[in-house]
């Protein structure tokens, strides 16, 4: 009887977790008057909701050097940005769900503007001596902090080649109009 008990009981305590919460993303940029704009689409990729999310932050460290602008949100879903809460702490940006994302759907529509270059927003914050990547993201199934969470790295992605031939294109004719520019008034 006790070895059944204790079956039981070990049963009981090593049994899977039921409705986890598990995230993904994925990051884009382009460049914008006044420096590049950074699109993140969420995956909830987990069992449970996502009510929140948490970028450039890992519990008690920001991470954006700077301080974004023009963040927008998807539909049913609001936005703070932290500031610095010591010297030498960086920048976060808080989404905020009344309307949760179900387990299994992608939501676009999260993004912000930063004079901070692809290089720093994709890659290692220069807040605490590059250890951790700018875009470290938390996941919460209600709000922020108030479940264990789950943190996600959003892919970065970069711009196919026709776009960047586009680009590439684009700056050259404004480079030749500017020299034709300053020819004609030179004469």
């Known amino acids: 009887m006790k070895f059944a008990a204790a079956f039981m009981l070990a049963a009981?305590?090593?049994?899977?977790?039921?409705?986890?919460i598990q995230a993904a993303g994925t990051l884009s940029n382009k460049v914008v008057p006044g420096g590049y704009e950074y699109d993140l689409t969420l995956q909830n990729t987990g069992t449970t909701n996502i009510g929140s999310i948490w970028f450039a932050w890992i519990p008690g460290y920001d991470f954006l050097p700077?301080?974004?602008?023009?963040?927008t949100a998807p539909t049913g879903w609001t936005h703070n940005?932290?500031?610095?809460?010591?010297?030498?702490?960086?920048?976060?940006?808080?989404?905020?769900?009344?309307?949760?994302?179900?387990?299994?759907?992608?939501?676009?529509?999260?993004?912000?503007?930063t004079t901070e270059p692809p290089s720093i927003v994709n890659g290692a914050s220069p807040i605490f001596f590059g250890i951790y990547q700018t875009r470290q993201t938390f996941a919460y199934i209600g709000g922020l902090e108030l479940d264990p969470g789950t943190a996600f790295l959003p892919t970065v992605v970069v711009p196919e080649p026709a776009s960047m031939s586009l680009l590439w294109?684009?700056?050259?004719?404004?480079?030749?109009?500017?020299?034709?520019?300053?020819?004609?008034?030179?004469?």
């Open 169 to 187: 294109a684009a700056a050259a004719t404004l480079l030749l109009r500017r020299r034709k520019s300053a020819n004609l008034a030179a004469n």
């Open 12 to 20: 009981v305590v090593t049994a899977p977790a039921f409705g986890a």
């Open 81 to 113: 940005v932290i500031p610095p809460s010591f010297s030498g702490d960086g920048y976060s940006i808080q989404w905020i769900a009344s309307a949760p994302l179900a387990n299994g759907q992608s939501l676009p529509g999260f993004s912000f503007t």
């Open 66 to 71: 700077s301080s974004p602008s023009a963040i």
